[in-house]
């Protein structure tokens, strides 16, 4: 290597270097062989120099990591670099929603369903040095659960722990639970934290404020550099216990503007625009760039405040056959969406009977003269393009059967507190995607009386008490019939319209392969594990 690195030098300075070349050739036989050993050399240094190069990958986040602990925050940009640093015992295979192992290479589950027990993988050790062993699970588990933390509601139904000897986990919950593999294989499931970093750095806060900007896991990669709303750096760690990746390291950088972004990929300076890459440029873009396009979570949904001009089922029936996705999905998001087939996300669920929208526009436009006409307000949970693009899309369809529609962006956080405001939009329209691959997990977050996501509050008991039926079954079929069906419930009581399910969509530079983009994942997480350059 100090060769090489010489004759970086010498190519640095090329006069000085064909210099020597010159007196190098009237030398004795002797000397040109050392110098045809030179030749060689150099060009080895030509092959070897791209590959270096290679080695590194250079990805913008839009937004800032808030903090990099995995129990204490729901990241949704950076949460790649986290999963690379940190694993659980289990996780979702790239590219679908089937549940392998991770930390855990197998595990059974009891007759009556509240006891799993995992098998740990053997010879892993945390990026301290420390060893892996069940104790640190228990430990980890134990830090989520109890500690107050954000993400503290994985573990919650987990009603004892156990670690009968260093390669075995016992977890029995206090319900029967089908989703929980669901849960612990979520972006945001519970992770194994080094048992060693956590008391080393515990001041009373189960080690939150050092683990805000540091880590000890045991994944692919370490965490090596955390400059806030600057810069983040992952190396590759050597030691990790399964296959290496190929970068050696991920530079990340904070670039907010996705304009700028444009402008960095296109002049080499990056390799990757992850998200928000305009959907009317895909079909032209610049030589040298590709996309890789995958099923996603990623469906649009409006919600329905109570007491809109909505409740009116008329009224109703008129604005759904103005504001069919089937109309204008295209519009928006070319080939890279499909209209919602349910309130779940059609790679979560297939559904039997695929919810309808009615399309007779006269009867539509009659209904709303009857009505005097019909005024609505659209908030927008975010700024970024496509929502503006869809409200647009909608409003001017509105107008076609003689309703007036307006749209305007809510404050950060406004859409979590739309319960209480006193002069809410009429409907809201955001992404609502699951944080784990099982229906449970969006009826629980966005439907039912309690649900932290049930952004209007509304309330439809008959089909929460569906939603619970199903949660209790683990034939799939069974289950999927009743989630249909509550979902259909409501949707027919005007709580809530699914919309389109968008692709995960990273644009990048020719020849970056093998991203292992997750539908559950947030779009534009890209798995440094197993992306890299290849023909």
């Given at each position: 290597?100090?060769?090489?690195?010489?004759l970086v030098?010498y190519?640095?300075?090329g006069?000085?270097?064909?210099q020597?070349?010159?007196?190098?050739?009237?030398?004795?036989y002797?000397?040109?062989f050392?110098?045809?050993?030179?030749g060689?050399?150099?060009?080895?240094?030509?092959?070897?120099a791209?590959?270096y190069?290679?080695e590194?990958?250079?990805i913008?986040?839009?937004?800032d990591?808030?903090?990099?602990?995995?129990?204490?925050?729901?990241?949704?940009g950076?949460i790649?670099?986290?999963n690379?640093?940190?694993?659980?015992?289990?996780?979702?295979?790239?590219?679908s929603?089937?549940?392998?192992?991770?930390?855990?290479?197998s595990w059974?589950?009891?007759?009556?369903?509240?006891?799993y027990?995992f098998?740990?993988?053997?010879g892993?050790?945390?990026?301290?040095?420390?060893p892996?062993?069940?104790?640190?699970?228990?430990?980890?588990?134990e830090?989520?659960?109890d500690g107050g933390?954000i993400?503290?509601?994985?573990?919650?139904?987990?009603?004892?722990?156990?670690?009968?000897?260093?390669?075995?986990v016992?977890?029995?919950?206090?319900?029967?639970?089908?989703?929980?593999?669901?849960?612990?294989?979520?972006?945001?499931?519970?992770k194994?934290?080094?048992?060693?970093a956590?008391?080393?750095?515990?001041n009373?806060d189960?080690?939150?404020?050092w683990?805000?900007?540091?880590?000890?896991?045991?994944?692919?990669f370490?965490l090596?550099?955390?400059?806030r709303?600057?810069r983040?750096?992952?190396?590759?760690?050597?030691?990790y216990?399964?296959d290496?990746?190929?970068?050696?390291q991920?530079?990340?950088?904070?670039?907010?503007?996705?304009?700028q972004?444009?402008?960095q990929?296109?002049?080499?300076t990056?390799?990757?625009?992850p998200?928000?890459?305009?959907?009317?440029?895909?079909?032209s873009?610049p030589?040298?760039?590709?996309?890789?396009?995958?099923?996603?979570?990623?469906p649009?949904?409006?919600?329905?405040?109570?007491?809109?001009?909505l409740?009116d089922?008329?009224?109703s029936?008129?604005?759904?056959?103005?504001?069919?996705?089937?109309?204008?999905?295209?519009?928006?998001?070319?080939?890279?969406?499909?209209?919602?087939?349910?309130?779940?996300?059609?790679?979560?669920?297939?559904?039997?009977?695929?919810?309808?929208?009615?399309?007779?526009?006269?009867?539509?436009?009659?209904?709303i003269?009857r009505?005097g006409?019909?005024?609505?307000?659209?908030?927008?949970?975010s700024?970024?393009?496509?929502?503006g693009?869809i409200?647009d899309?909608m409003?001017?369809q509105?107008?076609l059967?003689?309703?007036?529609?307006?749209?305007?962006?809510l404050?950060?956080?406004?859409?979590?507190?739309?319960?209480?405001?006193?002069?809410?939009?009429?409907?809201?329209?955001?992404?609502?995607?699951?944080?784990?691959?099982?229906?449970?997990?969006q009826?629980r977050?966005?439907?039912?009386r309690?649900?932290?996501l049930?952004?209007?509050?509304?309330?439809l008991?008959?089909?929460?008490a569906?939603?619970?039926?199903?949660?209790?079954?683990?034939d799939?079929k069974?289950?999927d019939?009743?989630?249909?069906?509550?979902?259909?419930?409501?949707?027919?009581a005007?709580?809530?319209?699914?919309l389109?399910?968008?692709?995960d969509?990273v644009?990048?530079?020719?020849?970056?392969?093998?991203?292992g983009?997750?539908?559950?994942?947030?779009?534009?997480?890209?798995?440094?594990?197993?992306?890299?350059?290849?023909?």
């Amino acid at each position: 290597m100090a060769f090489l690195q010489s004759l970086v030098k010498y190519q640095a300075n090329g006069k000085s270097f064909m210099q020597h070349y010159a007196y190098w050739t009237e030398r004795s036989y002797k000397r040109s062989f050392g110098l045809r050993m030179l030749g060689f050399a150099l060009g080895l240094l030509v092959l070897i120099a791209p590959v270096y190069a290679q080695e590194v990958l250079r990805i913008p986040y839009v937004a800032d990591i808030g903090t990099f602990d995995p129990d204490n925050g729901f990241e949704v940009g950076g949460i790649s670099a986290i999963n690379n640093v940190y694993e659980g015992l289990v996780d979702y295979e790239p590219g679908s929603t089937r549940i392998v192992g991770l930390l855990a290479k197998s595990w059974e589950i009891s007759d009556d369903g509240l006891t799993y027990t995992f098998h740990l993988v053997d010879g892993v050790k945390f990026h301290d040095g420390t060893p892996f062993n069940a104790a640190a699970v228990i430990q980890a588990f134990e830090r989520r659960r109890d500690g107050g933390l954000i993400l503290s509601y994985f573990l919650a139904n987990v009603k004892d722990m156990r670690a009968p000897d260093d390669s075995t986990v016992v977890l029995t919950l206090g319900h029967p639970q089908p989703s929980f593999l669901d849960t612990l294989s979520s972006p945001w499931g519970p992770k194994i934290i080094s048992p060693v970093a956590l008391a080393e750095h515990d001041n009373g806060d189960f080690a939150t404020t050092w683990l805000n900007e540091h880590a000890a896991g045991t994944g692919p990669f370490k965490l090596a550099e955390f400059k806030r709303g600057q810069r983040y750096v992952l190396e590759r760690n050597d030691d990790y216990w399964g296959d290496k990746p190929f970068f050696r390291q991920i530079q990340i950088s904070v670039v907010p503007d996705i304009s700028q972004q444009i402008l960095q990929l296109q002049a080499g300076t990056i390799d990757a625009v992850p998200i928000d890459y305009p959907f009317a440029q895909l079909t032209s873009l610049p030589g040298g760039l590709e996309i890789t396009a995958a099923p996603s979570m990623i469906p649009y949904y409006l919600f329905v405040k109570p007491n809109s001009p909505l409740d009116d089922a008329e009224v109703s029936k008129a604005v759904l056959t103005a504001i069919n996705p089937a109309l204008w999905v295209k519009d928006a998001f070319g080939e890279f969406a499909s209209v919602s087939r349910s309130v779940y996300p059609n790679v979560m669920l297939d559904p039997v009977n695929p919810i309808r929208f009615p399309t007779d526009f006269e009867a539509a436009k009659a209904a709303i003269a009857r009505h005097g006409g019909v005024n609505l307000t659209i908030g927008l949970y975010s700024a970024a393009p496509s929502y503006g693009r869809i409200a647009d899309l909608m409003i001017a369809q509105l107008a076609l059967i003689g309703v007036k529609a307006t749209a305007y962006v809510l404050p950060a956080g406004a859409a979590y507190t739309l319960k209480d405001d006193p002069n809410p939009p009429d409907l809201l329209l955001t992404i609502a995607g699951p944080d784990a691959a099982h229906p449970e997990s969006q009826a629980r977050a966005f439907f039912t009386r309690n649900g932290s996501l049930n952004f209007f509050g509304q309330v439809l008991p008959e089909a929460d008490a569906v939603v619970d039926r199903a949660g209790q079954l683990i034939d799939v079929k069974g289950r999927d019939a009743l989630y249909e069906r509550a979902g259909q419930m409501y949707f027919d009581a005007g709580i809530v319209i699914p919309l389109v399910d968008v692709n995960d969509v990273v644009v990048h530079a020719k020849g970056l392969k093998d991203l292992g983009l997750r539908p559950v994942n947030p779009p534009g997480n890209i798995d440094f594990a197993t992306v890299r350059w290849g023909p």
